[in-house]
């Protein structure tokens, strides 16, 4: 069987698997590495005992991404403050025209995800993101149907009492509420900022200590507005922001001078700013740039 075929499968399915890994790791360039560690797999595979492509390299990507995980939280045991995932930068923009894959890679799920084990977070994706069987699972995690079907149950009801109900993004209006509240930060005013702010508003940056960042989230309007004041006026010459749209969400990505200093998301629930999620760990954004075709199917 020729490696061109190999390709062909491979490249069709690609940001069906990308969307897989990076939702088990949370990490756009793990899973980039997770996918070309596959394709060196899978080039080797006699295609004629395949019976269904999707199937196989689904198993293949997610074994590999599991070994990842558990690899990366042993090295997180160290990690300086909160840890967030990867921001996405996404290839055609907004996925909301399918809600479910719109959720699955907001920030908000994304962060929900991370409190599962490796193979319940597994369960979860392939279950209820892509609709896998769970005799597809089970031989994916060499386990029982019975486990699995358990462990997704398990799953399925720990996800759904820490998220929050989700609402597709307005693009337009999302970043419109987003540069208002970062214009009338910049006055120095905190009251203004408290009518755009939800009362329960968090702040959560991810640094690993090698950039300045709240180690702890702040939380509540008051501490969240006082804060961002204070790092509108640390903004000096050469620093500026850009208007940026990641994990389906709008965001707001920090230059100095031409270096990427950090990307702060903002989730939005019915009118009123409800998560910023601020990403300074520098080894965290050497890849951000790089927009990600994503699929369910």
């Not at 394709?39 to 004629?48: C, E, F, I, K």
């Not at 070994?67 to 990867?86: C, F, I, M, T």
């Not at 300045?212 to 804060?227: E, F, K, M, Q, T």
């Not at 520098?282 to 740039?289: D, F, I, Q, S």
């Amino acid at each position: 069987m020729s490696t061109d075929e190999h390709a062909e499968r491979f490249t069709a399915l690609r940001p069906l698997l990308f969307t897989i890994a990076y939702e088990i790791l949370g990490s756009a360039t793990e899973s980039d590495d997770v996918l070309q560690e596959s394709y060196l797999r899978w080039a080797q595979v006699d295609l004629t005992r395949v019976r269904d492509t999707k199937a196989y390299l689904a198993q293949l990507v997610t074994r590999q991404a599991l070994n990842a995980l558990r690899s990366a939280a042993r090295r997180r045991e160290d990690y300086v403050g909160p840890w967030l995932p990867e921001p996405l930068l996404l290839d055609g923009g907004d996925p909301s025209s399918d809600v479910v894959l719109a959720e699955s890679v907001s920030m908000a799920m994304m962060v929900v995800l991370e409190t599962l084990g490796p193979d319940e977070r597994a369960v979860f994706v392939l279950r209820e993101v892509f609709g896998f069987g769970h005799d597809d699972i089970a031989a994916t995690l060499g386990k029982s149907v019975a486990a699995v079907r358990q462990m997704a149950h398990r799953a399925r009801a720990h996800v759904q009492a820490r998220r929050r109900r989700f609402e597709p993004v307005d693009p337009v209006r999302s970043h419109e509420l987003t540069a208002r509240f970062f214009a009338a930060a910049a006055t120095g005013e905190v009251e203004p900022l408290l009518a755009m702010l939800a009362p329960d508003v968090v702040w959560t940056a991810d640094s690993d200590g090698k950039a300045s960042a709240a180690r702890r989230p702040i939380v509540g309007a008051d501490r969240v507005a006082r804060l961002v004041v204070g790092l509108t006026r640390l903004v000096g010459e050469g620093v500026r922001l850009e208007p940026g749209f990641y994990n389906g969400a709008p965001a707001l990505v920090l230059y100095d001078d031409d270096r990427l200093e950090g990307i702060v998301l903002v989730e939005i629930t019915d009118g009123l700013i409800t998560n910023f999620y601020a990403m300074r760990n520098p080894e965290k954004l050497g890849g951000v740039t790089v927009a990600r075709e994503i699929a369910r199917t």
